[in-house]
């Protein structure tokens, strides 16, 4: 395995990066790297222990089994569940690549593996110049992109694979993942495979919350 950091991005929101970012912390756990979980941005959080917390990033922070500080995980947390630039537009606050990156170097210097996990999708805007592709560029990470198996899955995976070709970083791997009960995936998960350069890390069934989708994937190697 060339990295054990990695940038977990999804062909929309609601795609299930979180899940299977909690599934590739708990695998490389597996493998004995000490593994923490970061969500750099996340909107739709609640007031707990004196500050907005995040229950994608409470989730990571669980698995990672890390004492590190909440804000250092999930340095920017909004309470409305909307587009995160806008929250923070409307809180009178900038989205900081600069500050994201150095909390990832902080938490990388105490960790052998880190996976990063992007908000929405991968043009996701942090601010008036900058989006989720140039937060991934800045950390120079591989990227795994996570696919919801669903109508139009294919054009929405197409687009995101050249997108982040075009910004020059490496797909590691993506992750197929049913995002609701069906039996008609077979052929959109072949024709992905086909057209896709890069591994599939995973054909992840539709599971609840309880569940791990870590058996059901693998590193890249």
């Excluded at 970012?21 to 790297?33: A, E, F, H, M, P």
């Excluded at 989205?95 to 909390?103: D, M, V």
Aim: proline share 4%.
């Amino acid at each position: 395995m060339t990295s054990t950091h990695f940038f977990i991005t999804g062909t929309d929101t609601e795609v299930g990066k979180t899940f299977i970012s909690v599934g590739l912390v708990s695998l490389l756990q597996q493998q004995g790297y000490k593994t923490v979980g970061m969500k750099p941005i996340a909107s739709g959080c609640e007031w707990l222990d004196g500050q907005w917390k995040n229950e994608d990033a409470l989730a990571l922070i669980k698995q990672s089994q890390s004492d590190l500080a909440y804000s250092l995980i999930n340095p920017y947390a909004f309470e409305p569940a909307i587009a995160p630039h806008i929250a923070a537009e409307r809180e009178g606050v900038t989205l900081s690549i600069a500050n994201i990156k150095g909390n990832y170097d902080l938490i990388a210097e105490q960790a052998d593996a880190v996976i990063v996990e992007g908000a929405g999708g991968w043009y996701v805007p942090l601010n008036t110049e900058s989006t989720m592709a140039d937060l991934a560029v800045e950390l120079q990470l591989p990227v795994i992109l996570v696919v919801a198996i669903k109508l139009g899955c294919i054009n929405h995976a197409l687009l995101t694979v050249a997108a982040i070709e075009q910004q020059g970083l490496k797909l590691a791997g993506w992750v197929a993942n049913h995002v609701a009960e069906q039996s008609e995936s077979t052929e959109m998960i072949e024709t992905l495979t086909s057209r896709i350069d890069a591994p599939c890390l995973g054909v992840v069934p539709y599971l609840n919350s309880h569940q791990s989708a870590a058996s059901f994937l693998r590193l890249p190697e």
